[in-house]
Structures are given as structure tokens and as C-alpha cells.
């Protein structure tokens, strides 16, 4: 029984292809990585992240074909502690709505899941001026927790697909580092870089318990500039960063699922407002640069993320930033 069922997904996967993207889904890495401030300041963030994919493309060719869509809305909760002024810790909580909208021959079949997705929890540690003056680096180990359903049904009561549930029904490994440092010759600037690698675990109840499904091992980095002005009494920070993504093959049943993996380039343009002094509102525009898939995949078009952070200094109960 378990084979028939791998080989109908096997083979039903290679005809609705849009099910088998892994660029969508919860933006968990995209969100990690509140910086470490003084002992006792909590930090608290809000997001929200619209994913549209719309591009389908085979291999590094993109497809002239609009016919499939995939949405995800995310609104992610952060929130961070420093222990020390040299260790934090870090969690982030997420609630994800999915669309799937697949249009053929006139016909138009409309997929939609909502509901908790997985957190992650972070313990940082960080070493000033490892690079020299003005540096930092950051060094973090944490979890990714199955917190989201996996086992969400449509309204025919068959199981949906692992990447339109709301969660992976799997424990993951994080490990997070981050660097930054400025220099004299433009004090108000960073140079920065973000690396994260999730390995990524098995979730043993697929498909009602007769299979086991395990997304892609990813590896992520961000590289980027960013700068400082003052205009109208408010400080504004601009930023240019380039993000590279590599996500190996699902595995079904411990074999590789086909349109899965590949690799990608973003360019993200960035502005963080200090709207009072403790208040920062960030907005974020990803848009691909460069695609690599294996097999035929959809692959992500554009991406928005809009989001506030502030601080609370626990020890004089006064908010700071």
C-alpha cells in the first residue's frame, strides 16, 4: 500500500507541478536574526511577508506559461532577550495563510490552507571586534519546532500536499551566523553579511502515517550595504542586499522528489524609519535575479515584507532604541 500511494505523488507530482515548488512556504530564515543589545533589553517584532510566485521555469528557462500561481501570506511574530550583553536568546512565532490557483483549458481548481506554522527558537552568542574596531560577529545554534498542522484536508477530505500545510511535521536544525563591521572612511555605513543552514528532519506521520517525507536541506546567505541619514529630524537607513538560496531535493520515503531543489539570486532594496526613538518601521522589496530549478518548478516573482520593532529595557522599565 505505502508504495502505490509514493507512486501516485511521484507521478501525480510531475503533472501538477506547482505543489512541488520549495521556494514558497513559512519565511522562518528570512525573519531570524534580531541583533544582541545590552543585558535586559527584550525586543519585540511584527511582520507581515507576501510571497507571490508566478514564474515557472525548467532548469534556468523561464516557461511562457501564467497558468499556475501560488500566494503565501505570513505574519511573523519575533521576539528576543539578551541575557548578557554578549548572549540572547530568540524566537519567532508565525501564522501562515496558502493559495494555489491552477487554470487550464478554462477551468480553474483553487487551493487555500491557513492556520499556525512552525517557530523557531535561536540561542546567540557574539564576539565584538573579531574583524577589527566597529565589528561584530554573531554565532547562533537553535531549533525549528512542528508547531503547524500537517495534516490539513481539502474540502473532498484528501490530504493535502507537505508544501501547502501550514507546517512540516518535523523537527529542524539551525545554525545562524552573522557578521557586520563599518569603517572610517563612511562611519554611518555596514557592511554585513547573514548565513543560515537548516538541516532539515523527517516527517514520519505523512500521508496518514504510511510515509515519510523530509523537505530539502537549505542553505541561505544575505550580503549587503547598508547607510544612515538624517532628513526631516527622522533617521532613515537604506540598504541594498543580495541574497543567495540553495535548497536541496525532497525526499519522499527517503527518495528524491522530482521538481523540487534548485537554486536562486535576489536583490533586495531595504529602508528601515525611525519613526519616534522607540519605534522602527522596515520594508523590504525581493525580487529574483537568477533561477535554477530542478525539473519544472514555480518560482518566486515578487516579494514584499513590511514590518515595526521596538525595545523594552527591563531594568528601568523605560523603552529605548
Known amino acids: 500500500m505505502r508504495t502505490i500511494i509514493y507512486i501516485c505523488i511521484f507521478l501525480f507530482g510531475q503533472q501538477a507541478i506547482s505543489q512541488t515548488c520549495c521556494s514558497g512556504g513559512v519565511p522562518l530564515s ?21 510571497n507571490n510566485l508566478n514564474t515557472l521555469y525548467a532548469g534556468n528557462t523561464k516557461l511562457d ?119 572610517d572612511f563612511r562611519p554611518s555605513a555596514t557592511f554585513s553579511g547573514n548565513f543560515i543552514y537548516r538541516l532539515t528532519g523527517v516527517n514520519n506521520s505523512y500521508l496518514n502515517d504510511t510515509s515519510t517525507y523530509e523537505f530539502g536541506n537549505v542553505f541561505q546567505t544575505n550580503l549587503g550595504y547598508t547607510d544612515q541619514f538624517l532628513l526631516f529630524n527622522t533617521v532613515f537607513n537604506p540598504g541594498l542586499i543580495f541574497k543567495y538560496r540553495n535548497a536541496s531535493n525532497d525526499k519522499i520515503n527517503n527518495v528524491n522528489l522530482p521538481n523540487t531543489g534548485g537554486e536562486w539570486v535576489f536583490i533586495r532594496p531595504e529602508l528601515s524609519v525611525h519613526i519616534i526613538t522607540n519605534f522602527l518601521v522596515t520594508l523590504r522589496l525581493e525580487l529574483p ?22 525595545k523594552l529595557n527591563n531594568k528601568n522599565k523605560t523603552i529605548n532604541l
Open 65 to 183: 506559461d501564467d497558468s499556475r500561481q501560488r500566494i503565501t501570506n505570513s505574519v511573523l511574530l519575533s521576539l528576543g532577550y539578551s541575557i548578557t550583553d554578549r548572549f540572547a536568546l530568540e524566537a519567532l512565532f508565525s501564522w501562515v495563510n496558502q493559495t494555489r490557483t491552477i487554470t487550464q483549458f478554462g477551468n480553474e481548481n483553487f487551493t487555500e490552507t491557513s492556520g499556525i506554522g512552525d517557530a523557531v527558537l535561536l540561542a546567540k552568542y557574539a564576539f565584538p571586534e573579531v574583524l577589527g574596531p566597529k565589528s561584530v560577529i554573531n554565532l547562533g545554534l537553535g531549533a525549528k519546532a512542528p508547531l503547524g498542522k500537517s495534516d490539513l484536508t481539502n474540502e473532498d477530505g484528501i490530504l493535502l500536499t507537505a508544501d501547502l500545510q501550514p507546517g512540516s511535521g518535523a523537527w529542524d536544525g539551525l545554525g545562524w551566523l552573522s557578521l557586520s563591521k563599518a569603517f
Open 30 to 50: 528570512n525573519n531570524l536574526g534580531l541583533p544582541i543589545d545590552e543585558r535586559g533589553i527584550w525586543q519585540f517584532g511584527l511582520n507581515y511577508d507576501y
Open 289 to 310: 535575479i537568477y533561477s535554477y530549478v530542478d525539473g519544472t518548478q514555480l518560482t518566486p516573482t515578487t516579494r514584499f515584507t513590511a514590518g515595526v520593532y521596538f
